[in-house]
């Protein structure tokens, strides 16, 4: 005996297709981040080959785009070391003043006290 309330499908269109909801509320619009499928994430279509994964297409593990390596100067050297003859230790202030000094980055001179002290 079946139960009264359970109906059979009639087709198998039918157990595939998603019932309408009846509820009245409006429905929120979907992110970009909600929508299945990468597409319109903006992805390539490699990517979409490969289930997204850029490893797979590239061979490669992301990194972070390189930056070339820009050394201090043998005269920018040499003023940080007279300076720093003249007084090893170094308040804020005055790694602030001898950037400015110098045309040089903050945190370049404060390396390169840093380092410089710990030489010693």
Do not use: C
């Not at 990468?38 to 930056?67: V, W």
């Amino acid at each position: 005996m079946k139960a009264p309330f359970a109906a059979e499908p009639k087709s198998v269109i039918e157990m595939i297709t998603p019932v309408a909801s009846t509820s009245t509320a409006p429905m929120t619009p979907l992110t970009p981040y909600d929508r299945v499928g990468k597409a319109s994430l903006g992805s390539s279509p490699e990517e979409d080959k490969y289930g997204g994964d850029s490893a797979a297409i590239t061979g490669k593990l992301r990194q972070r785009p390189f930056r070339n390596r820009h050394r201090l100067r043998r005269e920018m050297r040499a003023k940080l070391e007279e300076e720093y003859l003249m007084e090893p230790r170094w308040s804020t202030r005055r790694i602030t003043d001898i950037a400015k000094r110098l045309n040089l980055n903050r945190t370049k001179v404060y390396k390169w006290h840093w380092e410089r002290k710990n030489k010693d």
